[in-house]
Every structure is written in C-alpha cells, then in structure tokens.
Nanobody, 113 residues
C-alpha cells in the first residue's frame, strides 16, 4: 500500500523558513522521481519542485533561489527547505510520486504577519 505523509507545515512570518517532509512507504522509494506541489487560495494545484531518482532537480520560477528539494533514500523521505517565504507561498503542499498518481494528504503552509 503506497503511502505519502507530509509534515512540517505551519504559520510563519514573511522572510521566515520551514522544512517540509514527505515520508514514503509501500514502494521502492529510490527507484522513483518525486515532486512537491501546492494549491493556494483560489488557485489550481501547481508544481513547486521535482527531484529525480538520480537527484536531478527542477523548480518553478516562483521559488527558484528560495526553495531546495532533496531526498534521503535511506529514510524513504523527501524534503522541501523553504527560505525567504512570501505571503504568496501560502498553500497546502502535497507530496507526489511522478507519473503514478499517488498523493499525500497535504500540509498547510501559511505565511502572514
């Protein structure tokens, strides 16, 4: 049974930082490309960052230079380090197994003064 469990969200002030985690189980994590997506208020779900099984990365233009995606295959966990957060980063953040339609339940990130 494939499971993806996001954690690490919360309320932060503009300019602050958060680290999100995605704990994966039920598949061979190291064999799959992964990604983070988000859905903000009044918006559709959008790609935030991707990381391949070989650790190649790709970022949305809106987060380049501020967010870093990584993975620890020994722990079956993917991370998203978010720095210099802006109010427009407010969204529910979701973990995804690329091309397989598996999603976690999401974790809320709110950036506000």
């Amino acid at each position: 049974q494939v499971q993806l469990v996001e954690s690490g969200g919360g309320l932060v002030q503009p300019g602050g930082s958060l680290r999100l985690s995605c704990a994966a189980s039920g598949f061979t994590f190291s064999n799959y490309d992964m990604g983070w997506y988000r859905q903000g208020p009044g918006r559709q779900r959008e790609l935030v960052a991707q990381i391949t099984k070989s650790r190649r990365t790709n970022y949305a233009d809106s987060v380049k230079g501020r967010f870093t995606i990584s993975r620890d295959n020994a722990k079956n966990t993917m991370y998203l380090q978010m720095n210099s957060l802006k109010p427009e980063d407010t969204a529910v953040y979701y973990c995804n197994v690329d091309r397989h339609g598996y999603w976690g339940q999401g974790t809320q990130v709110t950036v506000s003064s």
